[in-house]
C-alpha cells in the first residue's frame, strides 16, 4: 500500500526486530499526539517469518499514513532505516523537511511535539537532538556528547571495547550509576529534569531519537549502513562536522525512552560484539582525515 498523504512534512522511520508490541504500542502512541496526520510512518520489519509482519501489518494498515516494509535481511538499525528512505524517495516520494530515525521503545506523552516540530526551519541545523529520558528514573539522555571526544576518550572507548569483561563491567557501573541517581532524586523529592535547559550547539545527539533536517541529506549527509548495531551517535555527529551542519539540542522537544527494551538489560555477548565492530569502524571511518560515503551510503535525492 502506498501513502496517501499528499505532501508529508516528516517521516518516521523505525526498525523492528522480534518486539511487534513494542512495535503496536509506539504506534498507538504516535496516534495521540497532534500533527499526526501530517507526518508519515515507516516500519522497517527485519525479522525472518510472518510471526511478527501478521502483528503489525494489520495495526499499521489502519493509518492512511503508515507503511510496513519487509528488508530480505537482517540488516540493523541504520541498514534498516537507510533500507526504508530509499523505499521512501524511488516511489517519487519528495524529502520531507524532517527525516526521523528512531527506536520504537520510544513514547511520546507531549501531544504538541510533532506541531512544535514542524514550526522549527529545517535549515538551521542539520540534527535535532530532543530531550530523551529513561524509563524509569527519567535521566536525560541528551546531550550524549557536547564535545568531540579527545585523544585520552577515544583510548578509553577502544580499550573498554576490546575486551567483553571490561565492556560488562563498564556497562553494569553505568546502569548502577543511573539507577542511583534515580534513587537519591527521589529521596530528595526531585526531578532529574533540568527545567531551565536551553537549546545548544552539541558535538553528537543519542542515537535512540534522531531528527534528521532536509538540509542534511541536501548537504551530503547519509545514514551509514556499515553500522548494524551502536556507533550511529559517532558517525552521525562527524558527518555533520565535514559538512559544516550543526546538532542542536531542543530540549523543548521531550520523549521517554524505555531504555534496554530494544538490546536487553545486561550485556550479551551478542550485543558486545556489536559494539566491538562499530568501535572498530567509527574509528577507522571518521577519525581519518576525509570523509566521503562509502559505495551506496548517499541517498538517491533525484
Not at 19 to 39: K, M, N, Y
Not at 61 to 88: C, E, M, W
Amino acid at each position: 500500500m502506498g501513502f496517501k498523504v499528499e505532501k508529508s512534512k516528516a517521516v518516521i522511520i523505525t526498525v523492528n526486530y522480534k518486539s511487534a508490541d513494542s512495535v503496536l504500542a509506539f504506534l498507538a502512541g504516535l496516534e495521540r499526539t497532534e500533527a499526526f496526520s501530517e507526518i508519515e510512518m515507516i516500519i522497517v520489519n527485519n525479522s525472518p517469518g510472518e510471526d511478527n509482519l501478521s502483528k503489525i501489518r494489520p495495526a499499521a494498515g489502519k493509518y492512511a499514513n503508515a507503511k510496513v516494509i519487509q528488508s530480505p535481511t537482517n540488516r540493523g538499525y541504520f541498514g534498516g532505516a537507510r533500507f526504508a528512505l530509499d523505499h521512501y524517495l524511488e516511489q517519487g516520494n519528495a524529502l520531507p523537511e524532517w527525516v526521523i530515525v528512531c527506536n520504537h521503545d520510544i513514547q511520546i506523552e507531549d501531544k504538541e511535539f510533532f506541531s512544535k516540530l514542524l514550526c522549527l526551519d529545517p535549515e538551521t541545523a542539520g540534527v535535532i537532538a530532543p530531550r530523551i529520558q529513561t524509563m524509569p528514573g527519567r535521566i536525560d539522555q541528551n546531550p550524549f556528547m557536547r564535545r568531540r571526544p579527545g585523544a585520552l576518550r577515544w583510548a578509553n572507548l577502544r580499550f573498554i571495547s576490546c575486551n567483553y569483561w571490561a565492556a560488562a563491567i563498564w556497562d553494569w557501573l553505568s546502569r548502577r550509576k543511573s539507577e542511583f541517581r534515580s534513587w537519591v532524586a527521589a529521596r530528595r523529592g526531585q526531578s532529574l529534569l533540568d527545567v531551565n535547559a536551553k537549546s545548544e550547539v552539541i558535538y553528537a545527539a543519542h542515537g535512540s531519537f534522531f531528527i534528521f533536517s532536509r538540509r542534511y541529506f541536501e548537504a551530503g549527509g547519509f545514514l551509514d549502513e556499515n553500522l548494524f548495531l551502536y556507533g550511529e551517535e559517532i558517525s552521525v555527529a562527524e558527518i555533520c562536522r565535514s559538512l559544516g551542519l550543526l546538532v542542536v539540542y531542543e530540549p523543548s522537544l521531550c520523549v521517554l525512552h524505555k531504555e534496554h527494551e530494544s538490546t536487553g538489560k545486561v550485556l550479551s555477548r551478542f550485543t558486545y560484539e556489536c559494539q566491538k565492530k562499530a568501535m572498530q569502524y567509527v574509528t577507522s571511518r571518521y577519525l581519518a582525515r576525509s570523509l566521503k560515503p562509502v559505495g551506496s551510503c548517499q541517498p538517491n535525492l533525484s
